[in-house]
C-alpha cells in the first residue's frame, strides 16, 4: 500500500555545537507559551527543545543528530525526540503531515481523535482501545496521502492520560479490558477523522456533524504540527496534503461534554458514525 514504511531516524548522541539562528515558535502550549523552535539555514533544519535538547538534520537525509542539554534527564530527551524530533523529521521532504491526534484502530480501517490538549484525545481513544480496538496513536498522527488513500503510520509514543481520566477509568467497567497497541511504524489506511469541540459541563450535548470541505480545512490545518519557519514550497506542501486529505477521508466535527458520565455514550456513538462513513462512501 503506497511508498515502503519509514523506519525510525537514526538519533545519534551528541552532535556539533548549533550555530547562531533565528529561533522562530514551532510548538505551543496550550497556554500560549513555545516549548519547541524551529531554525532553518540553506537545506539544514534545526530543533531546540529549551533546556532538553537541540535536533538537527539536512534535509533528505536519513538521520538526526541529537545534542542533549547537560542538565536534561535521559527520559526527558527521549520525549523530546519522540513527541518533536521524529514527527518533524518525517515531514521535511518525505510527504508526511502530522496531526495533533489519537487513533485507534477498527476492522474498517483507523479512525482519528483531532484536538487541541486538554480536549479529551487520550481519554477518547483509551476509552476505544478498552473496547478492544488497537490504540495507534496518542497525539501524534502522522499520515500521507496516495493513490490508494489516506495512510496512517504508527510512531512510538507513551499513552499520557490525565489523573482524572486515570481514575475513572480505574473505577470503571472499561478497566475491565486490557488496551492493545499497534506496532510502531505499522500502517492502516485513515477511515475517518474526528475533529472535538467540547462543550461546558452540564450541558448535556452529544452531536456529530459531517463537515464540508471548507470548514474540515479551516478545523485541521490549526492542528497540524509544522517546523517553523515555512517556506513557499513547504506551505503549497501542506495545503495540498489537507486538500486531498479531505478529499479521502470524511471529517466530522463533534460537539459533547466532557463529563465522564457521558462517555460510555460518546464512545459507542463515535464508533457507530465511523461505520456509516464506510456505507456513504
Not at 209 to 219: K, V, Y
Amino acid at each position: 500500500m503506497g511508498s515502503p514504511c519509514p523506519r525510525s531516524p537514526h538519533v545519534f548522541g551528541r552532535g556539533p555545537t548549533v550555530p547562531e539562528l533565528t529561533w522562530t515558535p514551532t510548538i505551543v502550549d496550550i497556554r500560549g507559551e513555545a516549548t519547541a523552535y524551529g531554525a532553518r539555514r540553506g537545506r539544514e533544519r534545526f530543533v531546540r527543545v529549551p533546556h532538553v535538547a537541540d535536533f538537527s538534520w539536512h534535509s533528505g537525509a536519513k538521520w538526526v543528530t541529537t545534542t542533549p542539554h547537560p542538565d536534561a534527564e535521559p527520559d526527558s530527551v527521549t520525549d523530546a525526540i519522540r513527541a518533536v524530533a521524529i514527527p518533524l523529521f518525517l515531514q521535511d521532504d518525505r510527504s508526511y503531515e502530522v496531526l495533533h491526534a489519537s487513533a485507534v484502530a477498527m476492522d474498517i480501517g483507523l479512525i482519528g481523535l483531532c484536538g487541541s490538549s486538554g480536549q479529551g484525545k487520550s481519554t477518547l481513544a483509551h476509552g476505544l482501545a478498552l473496547h478492544g480496538l488497537p490504540l495507534w496513536a496518542d497525539d501524534l498522527l502522522a499520515f500521507r496521502v496516495d493513490q490508494s488513500g489516506a495512510v496512517a503510520t504508527a510512531l512510538p509514543f507513551d499513552q499520557n492520560l490525565r489523573a482524572s481520566a486515570r481514575d475513572f477509568f480505574q473505577g470503571s467497567v472499561l478497566s475491565k479490558s486490557r488496551a492493545r497497541r499497534a506496532v510502531a511504524w505499522s500502517r492502516t489506511r485513515l477511515q475517518a477523522l474526528f475533529v472535538l469541540a467540547p462543550v461546558p459541563d452540564g450541558s448535556r450535548v452529544l452531536d456529530i456533524t459531517p463537515l464540508q470541505a471548507a470548514d474540515a480545512m479551516s478545523s485541521l490545518l490549526p492542528h497540524g504540527m509544522r517546523l517553523l519557519p515555512l517556506d513557499k514550497a513547504r506551505e503549497r506542501r501542506i495545503l495540498t496534503a489537507y486538500v486531498d486529505l479531505i478529499a479521502s477521508v470524511p471529517i466530522y466535527r463533534v460537539t459533547y461534554t466532557q463529563e465522564f458520565a457521558h462517555l460510555p455514550a460518546l464512545l459507542d456513538c463515535l464508533e457507530h458514525e465511523a461505520r456509516e462513513s464506510v456505507l456513504a462512501m
